[in-house]
């Protein structure tokens, strides 16, 4: 039996009679994959139910000259989406409204398409008619690229759920763009397979969505991001083109790969209408760990002894500072298995082979300890034990909207340098600001620093603006590493992108929607 010494204990490997508080238990664990519900992210977590103020007024944005939506359109409308058009305030004001209740729209007017063709009617009739649109998913973004500004139609997927396809050699999954990707995770787990993608927005969040924004998450260290994952995709374009590119194919290089062109472009270029994506295979050994470090250079050594020690089977390195701890015990009465530290790092396994990674953790978690890299430490046992591991990291964000308005960013930086920016944001924001939390996907070099104050300030807001963003410039870093620009930060793309990059982006955009019908306001300048 495999033992070692953890927070001055020596504790056998497969030894886990402790309860859930206890901080040293060593156990290889059942994977996480699977019995989760689909909750609804959206009613469950979202903070507040107070409603921000119009978004136009807030920013004080001009209406493009969109013609507005008239009686006869709603007719039209009715005619291609009989009993699936949405105009009682009431139900659009959830719609209308982002996660983070920080941006607000008043569309007159949600459609719910369940057919590709019946998007391309939809589009078409928009497009002629110089109506605006906002393609939205499970509109659980976190910049603002959801909702309309003004008076957008909203176009929603949310009946767009089908599985078209699974084939369970190849792992390639084609489905409507409308999938919840919980769901999706579910559906696949039923054949041993895995979505190659998880975040906490699982529960709401449209496959769709996720191409559109090209989201990253939980799982992007192991398996690659969108980009890769992404086999084919079908889009409607401004004026009612079906684009069909939903090839299953792993290689396929006829051409320009047009849809990359899509993911990421946040529904300024096309509405996403379906979906084909490899699936990793269900790893049968899952094991999380949570571990207490004193300092940010711990936790980096810490990572640089994971990728040694654990290798290929190493599927997410994850880090928390105490104030997001702080946060979570705070609002979502989670605990903390371990005695306080200044940082905690999560670290996720997956591999085919329980003994096999079993002997690689006792090598890496005996050096972590006995090097004094890491203070405190618990392995998870069992799924339960596995997901509350998980919901300290998880849910951070839902803690977060518990706290105040929140201003958040997404940067991509050198990871040596990544936490001197939360602490120089302390420092700059004083007692301006109830928090500065730094957390975030260290694994893949993604920081998410969030500032949370009582409510919104344009005074708050110049102190943090556009410092952290020259800050992330200066260290040639992404001001979006994985949230997109949506609304609130389009204006900032510069930092992160040369004028000729920004000015062929506006060309396609511009070759693809000449009108400018979809999603304005959002991802990159208007050309004038
Ligand atoms: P929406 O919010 O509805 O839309 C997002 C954007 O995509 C909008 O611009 C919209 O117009 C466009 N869009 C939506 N559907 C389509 C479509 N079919 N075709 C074209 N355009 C479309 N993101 C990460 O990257 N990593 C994370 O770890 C992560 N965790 C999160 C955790 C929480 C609790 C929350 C609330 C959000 C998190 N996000 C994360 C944000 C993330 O971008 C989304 O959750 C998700 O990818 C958006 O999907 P959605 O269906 O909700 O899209
Ligand atoms: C996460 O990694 C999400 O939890 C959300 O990307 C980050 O709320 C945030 O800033
Ligand atoms: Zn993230």
Request: charged fraction near 20%; hydrophobic fraction near 40%; include cysteine.
């Amino acid at each position: 039996m495999l033992g070692m010494t953890f927070a001055g204990l020596r504790v056998p490997l497969r030894w886990c009679p402790r309860p859930w508080a206890v901080t040293s238990m060593f156990c290889m664990a059942e994977p996480r994959w699977g019995k989760a519900s689909v909750s609804s992210t959206w009613r469950l977590l979202s903070g507040t139910s107070i409603e921000p103020p119009l978004t136009r007024e807030r920013y004080g944005v001009s209406r493009l000259p969109f013609s507005r939506v008239t009686a006869q359109d709603l007719h039209a409308f009715q005619q291609l989406v009989p009993g699936r058009v949405v105009t009682d305030e009431e139900q659009l004001r959830s719609h209308n409204t982002d996660w983070l209740r920080t941006v607000r729209g008043h569309s007159e007017v949600l459609l719910k398409p369940e057919s590709t063709a019946e998007v391309s009617q939809l589009l078409r009739y928009c497009n002629e008619r110089n109506l605006a649109v906002t393609p939205q998913g499970g509109n659980t973004g976190m910049v603002g690229g959801s909702v309309p500004v003004f008076d957008e139609i909203l176009i929603s997927t949310a009946l767009m759920d089908q599985v078209i396809s699974f084939d369970n050699v190849s792992g390639a999954l084609v489905c409507q763009a409308g999938c919840i990707l919980e769901s999706l995770n579910q559906y696949v787990e039923g054949q041993g397979y895995i979505m190659p993608l998880d975040l906490g927005a699982k529960g709401s969040c449209h496959i769709g969505g996720n191409l559109a924004t090209n989201a990253g998450g939980l799982r992007l260290l192991r398996y690659g991001s969108l980009r890769g994952t992404v086999l084919g995709l079908e889009a409607v374009l401004a004026d009612g083109t079906i684009l069909n590119c939903l090839s299953s194919l792993r290689k396929d290089n006829t051409g320009y790969d047009l849809k990359q062109l899509l993911i990421g472009s946040e529904g300024t270029l096309g509405l996403i209408t379906a979906v084909s994506i490899l699936c990793p295979r269900r790893p049968c050994a899952v094991n999380v760990a949570l571990l207490g470090c004193k300092s940010f250079t711990r936790v980096l050594e810490v990572f640089a002894m994971c990728r040694d020690l654990l290798g290929e089977i190493l599927s997410a390195y994850e880090f928390l500072d105490t104030e997001c701890m702080r946060m979570v015990q705070t609002h979502l009465k989670l605990s903390n298995p371990l005695t306080d530290s200044a940082f905690y790092v999560l670290i996720e396994t997956s591999g085919s082979c329980a003994s096999h990674d079993e002997e690689k953790l006792n090598t890496f978690l005996e050096r972590a300890l006995d090097s004094g890299l890491v203070t405190a430490g618990t392995l998870a046992t069992d799924q339960g034990k596995i997901k509350a591991l998980w919901a300290l990291r998880e849910r951070i964000t839902e803690a977060l909207s518990h706290d105040g308005y929140v201003y958040k960013y997404d940067l991509s930086l050198p990871v040596n340098k990544l936490y001197d920016l939360v602490a120089e944001t302390r420092v700059r924001v004083g007692t301006s600001a109830r928090s500065v939390v730094g957390y975030g996907h260290l694994g893949d070099g993604n920081l998410h620093l969030n500032v949370t104050a009582d409510s919104h300030s344009d005074t708050l807001l110049a102190v943090l603006e556009p410092f952290v963003y020259d800050w992330t410039a200066r260290h040639c870093g992404s001001i979006s590493a994985e949230h997109g620009l949506g609304f609130k930060k389009r204006d900032h793309i510069h930092y992160s992108k040369s004028s000729a990059a920004v000015q062929l982006m506006q060309r396609l955009k511009h070759m693809l929607d000449p009108k400018g019908i979809m999603n304005p306001y959002k991802t990159i300048p208007s050309i004038d």
